[in-house]
């Protein structure tokens, strides 16, 4: 297997759920990315990871936990989310982290907050 | 204002017409400059990258930068209905962290 997959494909959740997403990359990459896309809105960056430290947290809800045991693998921790957590989730890998590297995209967890 | 604009489109066109794609940024540091595809239910891959101005060529895709006008080009020639997709691009200043347009739909009918 190759590239960047992300499992769940798609997630519906009650707002008093704890779920898990789990992005795998296949690549040999050390950076990894947490984006969330929602309609009509920029991309935003969630989570950064290198050499699987945590570098960048932006401004994200603390229901929202990442976590990397790897290189290779990296996990958001869903818990008591709300309805305008409803959007599809975004796994990015690069070689390292930096502008200069070009990001490898898995296709996304689309959640959907009841 | 927004540091990305981009027109969310949809841009609807026949199949061979030539097709611009544009965004325009308002902070003068950004000199990395991408253009990303995305297909319906699948994530963005990486297009065109660029630093810097210029143009840069792969194939039927050309971007151009001109940073005096805060502008970028995504041009593609003979479009083909595979070319139907959301085409999102992204920027970034010496920094790490890459700020994305909110994507232009693309329509390419037979």
């Known amino acids: 297997e190759t590239g960047v997959t992300q499992t769940p494909r798609h997630l519906v959740m009650g707002m008093t759920n704890k779920k898990s997403l789990k992005c795998e990359q296949h690549?040999?990459?050390?950076?990894m990315y947490w984006y969330k896309q929602s309609a009509k809105k920029p991309l935003e960056l969630m989570f950064v990871?290198?050499?699987?430290?945590?570098?960048e947290n932006n401004s994200v809800p603390s229901r929202f936990s990442p976590e990397c045991p790897n290189s290779s693998h990296l996990f958001l921790h869903l818990h008591t989310l709300q309805p305008e957590d409803s959007a599809l989730y975004l796994c990015a890998s690069s070689q390292d982290q930096g502008v200069n590297q070009p990001q490898h995209f898995g296709d996304g967890t689309r959640l959907s907050i009841l | 204002q927004k540091e990305v604009e981009q027109d969310p489109g949809p841009l609807s066109v026949p199949e061979g017409a030539i097709v611009s794609l544009n965004c325009t940024y308002s902070n003068s540091a950004f000199q990395y400059f991408m253009w990303y595809r995305q297909y319906s239910r699948k994530g963005p891959e990486l297009l065109m990258y660029t630093y810097s101005s210029g143009n840069k060529e792969d194939g039927r895709f050309t971007a151009q930068v001109d940073k005096s006008s805060k502008y970028i080009s995504l041009f593609i020639r003979d479009s083909q209905p595979s070319d139907s997709a959301t085409y999102l691009c992204?920027?970034?200043?010496?920094?790490?962290?890459?700020?994305f347009g909110t994507g232009t739909r693309l329509q390419v009918f037979p």
């Open positions: 992204a920027m970034s200043a010496d920094t790490d962290k890459l700020i």
């Open positions: 990871y290198s050499l699987e430290e945590r570098v």
């Open positions: 690549l040999g990459h050390n950076a």
